[in-house]
């Protein structure tokens, strides 16, 4: 049974930083892909950020967010700097069975129960 838990989020004002944690278990976590996404409210689903052996970003947190993982510690983080309002919403960590980078959340089977990032102006 694959299990994720995020944890990390919380308020912070604009221009400041967070960083989520996503610790799982029931895999051998190093051998597939890992990814945040974010759903504001009224808005749909949105990537951020996934990581195989390579990142990749979504457009609007490119630059500013950084995906890194601790296969030992089976933990993906998202560090979050220069925080906008408009990065508030609920932030959910996702494995996909497979080790390629995928950006369409229908492709990740295991999802973690989210974290609220709240940015303030």
């Known amino acids: 049974q694959v299990q994720l838990v995020e944890s990390g989020g919380g308020l912070v004002q604009a221009g400041g930083s967070l960083r989520l944690s996503c610790a799982a278990s029931?895999?051998?976590?190093?051998?597939?892909?890992m990814g945040w996404f974010r759903q504001a409210p009224g808005k749909e689903r949105e990537f951020v950020a996934a990581?195989?052996?390579?990142?990749q970003y979504g457009d609007s947190v490119k630059g500013r967010f950084t995906i890194s993982r601790d296969n030992a510690k089976n933990t993906v983080f998202l560090q979050m700097n220069s925080l906008k309002p408009e990065d508030t919403g609920v932030y959910y960590c996702?494995?996909?069975?497979?080790?390629?980078?995928?950006?369409?959340?229908?492709?990740?089977?295991?999802w973690g129960q989210g974290t609220q990032v709240t940015v303030s102006s």
């Open positions: 029931g895999r051998t976590f190093s051998n597939y892909a």
């Open positions: 990581i195989t052996w390579r990142t």
């Open positions: 996702a494995l996909r069975e497979n080790s390629f980078i995928a950006t369409t959340q229908n492709l990740y089977e295991y």
